[in-house]
């Protein structure tokens, strides 16, 4: 378990992290989502002792990190997967990690098959690696000691779909055998996908926090029908606002309740879901007055 109390970092006189207050449960994989600058990094980094908070603490399983004997074997950390050393191969970079840890090279072959980099490309010098092989040599670097905690700052950066797909299922398996993952990202649908728990940070605050079921809770429901006039009809006489979206309509109101009024007027329904776009308007809801830059019309953010 990651506990996360108060935590709060300045420099100079701004404010990167502002008294933040969270846990990650062993079991879950607790996304640690916001805006590029909203202070992720530097609260990982003072998980792992890197940094110094001025305020506040951080424990992973009741321990502070520096307290840790032998840290890799407890929580496996990848910060920046560019942060290796460039002229050392895939496997050097594990053989070495193995060695300090104290476990056998066989480790190094097991990990390097676990994150799918093959014999050549482990002979490869990290210079020379795509960046989604890097963060795949740091995912089994931070694998590699068998640790309970996992702490990683945008994982997902550089790996294509089929890449991302495959650290799902990675985190998950781990999280689902009792291990606890933080991971961080700036890209909704990313964590949205991965994560059991969400919490928001914008501009050093938390924003939100919980389930992503829990946040999409109040951001309505998607329905499209057949007789999409009368379902308007049946909605608004019930005293809704329906708002027309993609070809259905948003409701501020839970899925049962539209389903009821549909049944009710014998309306057939064809999609009746939580709104899609909804975590999303959620975080650009909630880090709208946080966002630190801003994009020329028609630029691509
Ligand atoms: N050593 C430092 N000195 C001064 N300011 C810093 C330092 N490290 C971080 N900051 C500032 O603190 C803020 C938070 O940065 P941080 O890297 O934690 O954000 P982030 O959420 O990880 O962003 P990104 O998604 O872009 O990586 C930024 O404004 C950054 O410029």
Redesign the pocket.
Known sequence: MIKVENLTKK?GG?T??DDISFVAQPGRVTGFL??????????MRIMVGLTKADRGSVTIGGHDYMDIPNPARHVGVLLDASAQHAGRTGREVLALSAATMGLPSTRVDEMLSLVSLTEVESKRRVKNYSLGMRQRLGIANALMGDPQVLIL??PANGLDPAGIRWMRGLLKGYADRGGTVLL?S?LLHEVQMIADELVM?GR?RIVAQGTPQELLQDSGTFVRALEADRLVEALQAAGFDPTPVADGFRVEAESVQVGKIAAEHQITLVELKLADGGLEDLFLELTADTQ?ETYPEGAQA
């Open positions: 420099y701004f990167a992290v916001g805006p590029n600058g909203a202070g992720k990094s530097t609260s700052d945008e961080s700036h940070i050093g630190r």
